[in-house]
């Protein structure tokens, strides 16, 4: 029983950082009706840059979060004029080369800048054991944080104008630019939130696990998932659907192979989107 | 009388000359590929270290000599991001474009298993190395030669030391999904049923894998107090990283690979008491037939680049002296020669003991060497790697917690 305690533990803990992963792609689906096929680089973009500040420079690695954060904003709203901002409105096949080929260009030089060799950023907090088993502190305090961004998120989202602006221009871009919000800046900011939500998941991803340049396509995969579960474009459904997806894969590996949980993923995926296309928690909808 | 003085001074000047002109060297061509990018990056260039210094001594010395020619060892090397699709590619190309006379496997099984096929169809002789599965020599092969022991060697040594330490230890077996971590854990496995040791666990994880977490999780569940098994390095290294974050409290840890190599000691507190089946370790006391000994290979390998050989690094530079030593015993670059020679083989390098199987079922493998287990000790507040058994060979006590 505590085994299975502790792998549920484990995977809701986990399956917050995947929600705030997920939570950045699906808000770009829902405001923009673009798929970010570069979100897994931009995910490894993260965590280098949490490398880089920490091991290069020698910040502590929560203290540096704020500046992560910052990066990725800017990094997403100069991504959003250079490869995006002429694709809005066209064809979905337009959106989904342009932000591919931003996801080439990307690995490509990660690639040539840090090879595919592992890094690591070194961290260390305490942890908490119970009946033999060990909550590492690093994993404890990336699902408080994942829930803090997420929170933050939902106040600007829900909050401020400005979240109102990103709503109104989410339901109807057309009829909020005659309102008067100037819906391109609006767009932009919001890739640019976007971006910086799966700049902190690979931030904090990168507190728990070593990453090569090559280690997005996982992560982006798993976003996928977890965005359907959640509902396209619903950033609260979109948590929610991290966290089941970590509940499912922790009450899953003790009874089975956990080379077995990519299967188990997917045949969810493939459930959710026959039984339940507007996702499983789309109640929780912006 | 002026001009046949001449002449004598000219004829005398060539007849001096000569002996430098014949010794103008011929380029013996040696074709490999490293995984400069890709998992297995950090084994493979260990093992390329050891090709370049075997090259780089063989070459200043004046190359192999073969007849009134000395030949230069060139080699000639890509990467192949330790994919598969890459090896092919490539070996196709290093014989079929750049004239390899001889080829050097890549590191790893299941990349030399993909260019052993290439090798064979094109009838090319491959010194193979960082590449211990068996199973890539019962295909038939005329012209492979493993410097490694094979797979099925390499978790005996240190199922001997728990039957001995502590026979009824519950084990978990948790291993690499990829040809050698199986081929080493199943054979393993085999050994510790007929020994009737208890296994409790028993899994295979991809190697991809950075969240061991789940696993460790069952193996703290199966209450073992044994974990043997890994891969490489990037997936080992991880493990033992998030065994010792998550106190998984086992009394005992073989992994494969990752150990050997000098870096895994940055992990500090994470790699103490962790023990590695190793091909060699600079301690060992070898009598060489040919060539250096283990501790003046060390030295030299030290000298060039600033850290201790691994065994991927030996092996390196094993397979260079071996096929240098098979070069001029048969007094030919010819292939078929030189095979001749080293299936004849029975030699002591600062490698150990090599020696060929040649019957036709499993042709190639390395039936001579053995292994060692070494483990990392924590010493007056640093990390050593010593040797613990066999204990003939051994420069410590083993630690079991």
């Known amino acids: 029983m505590a085994g299975l305690l502790a792998s549920v533990v484990d995977g809701v803990l986990i399956g917050a950082v995947y929600g705030l992963a997920a939570m950045g792609l699906t808000l770009i689906w829902g405001v923009m009706n673009v798929i970010n096929l570069s979100h897994g680089a931009i995910i490894v973009l993260g965590m280098f840059a949490l490398y880089y500040l920490s091991s290069v420079l020698g910040l502590n690695p929560y203290a540096a979060s704020p500046i992560v954060i910052v990066i990725g904003f800017v990094a997403g709203v100069l991504l959003y004029w250079i490869a995006v901002h002429r694709v809005i409105g066209r064809p979905h096949l337009m959106s989904l080369l342009s932000t591919f080929a931003v996801n080439m260009v990307l690995i490509g030089l990660g690639t040539a800048l840090w090879s595919t060799s592992p890094y690591n950023v070194s961290v260390s907090l305490p942890s908490v054991s119970w009946e033999g088993y060990t909550y590492t502190g690093t994993h404890i305090m990336a699902a408080i944080i994942a829930a803090v961004i997420a929170g933050l998120l939902y106040l600007l989202l829900y909050r401020t104008r400005i979240g109102k602006a990103i709503r109104a221009v989410a339901a109807n871009r057309a009829a909020a630019e005659l309102s008067g919000i100037p819906t391109t800046q609006i767009l932009a900011l919001s890739f640019g939130l976007g971006v910086t939500l799966a700049f902190a998941s690979g931030m904090l991803i990168a507190t728990l696990f070593p990453f090569t340049i090559l280690s997005g396509g996982a992560y982006q995969l798993k976003s996928f998932v977890v965005t359907v579960l959640g509902g396209l474009g619903n950033p609260g459904g979109a948590l929610l659907g991290g966290i089941f997806l970590g509940l499912i894969e922790g009450m899953a590996t003790p009874f089975m192979p956990v080379s077995w949980m990519p299967m188990i993923e ?3 995926f493939v459930i959710v989107l026959i039984a339940f296309p507007r996702g499983i928690f789309s109640f929780s909808g912006t | 009388m002026q001009l046949s003085r001449l002449c004598l001074v000219a004829a005398a000047t060539v007849a001096l000359a000569s002996p430098a002109l014949a010794a103008d060297n011929d380029t013996l061509n040696i074709g490999f590929t490293v995984s400069q990018t890709g998992k297995l990056n950090t084994d493979s260039v260990a093992q390329m270290r050891g090709f370049d210094l075997w090259r780089d001594e063989v070459n200043a010395k004046g190359g192999i000599k073969v007849d009134d020619k000395n030949y230069t060892i060139k080699f000639v090397s890509y990467d192949d991001e330790s994919q598969n699709g890459r090896v092919q590619q490539l070996y196709t190309r290093l014989i079929a474009q750049d004239n390899a006379q001889f080829l050097f ?17 094109y009838g090319k002789v491959m010194l193979t190395t960082g590449a211990a599965e068996g199973k890539t020599y019962e295909l038939g092969n005329k012209n492979l030669f493993q410097v490694y022991s094979p797979a099925s060697e390499y978790l005996s040594g240190a199922l001997r030391v728990l039957k001995e330490k502590d026979p009824t230890a519950k084990i978990a077996f948790v291993y690499e999904d990829d040809p050698f971590s199986k081929a080493v854990a199943h054979a393993a496995l085999d050994l510790a049923a007929k020994e009737h040791m208890t296994i409790v666990l028993d899994e295979a994880y991809s190697g991809s894998t950075t969240d061991f977490g789940p696993i460790i999780n069952k193996i703290i569940a199966s209450k073992a107090v044994v974990l043997l098994g890994g891969g490489h390095y990037a997936d080992g290294s991880t493990l033992a990283r998030q065994l010792y974050d998550q106190k998984a409290n086992l009394k005992w840890v073989t992994l494969l690979v990752a150990p050997d190599s000098p870096k895994f000691a940055e992990l500090g507190a994470a790699a103490t008491d962790i023990s590695v089946p190793s091909q060699w ?7 060489p037939d040919f060539g250096p000994t283990a501790q003046e290979f060390s030295k030299a390998f030290n000298a060039k680049y600033g850290v201790d050989p691994g065994y991927h690094a030996a092996g390196g530079y094993a397979a260079g002296l071996i096929l240098q030593r098979a070069i001029e015993q048969a007094n030919s670059i010819d292939p078929a020669k030189v095979a001749a020679e080293l299936n004849k083989m029975d030699v002591t390098t600062m490698f150990g003991r090599t020696k060929f199987a040649t ?13 060692v287990l070494a483990q990392w000790q924590m010493k007056d507040g640093k990390l050593t790697k010593e040797v613990i058994w066999p204990a003939a060979a051994k420069t410590a006590d083993i630690v079991m917690n």
């Open chain 2, 281 to 287: 370790e600079p301690q060992v006391t070898f009598r």
């Open chain 2, 105 to 121: 496997s890549p590191y790893s099984s299941g990349l030399t298993a993909t260019a052993a096929i290439i090798s064979e169809q």
């Open chain 2, 359 to 371: 019957d036709a079922k499993q042709h190639g493998l390395q039936i001579g060497h053995d292994m």
């Open chain 1, 266 to 268: 997917f045949t969810l």
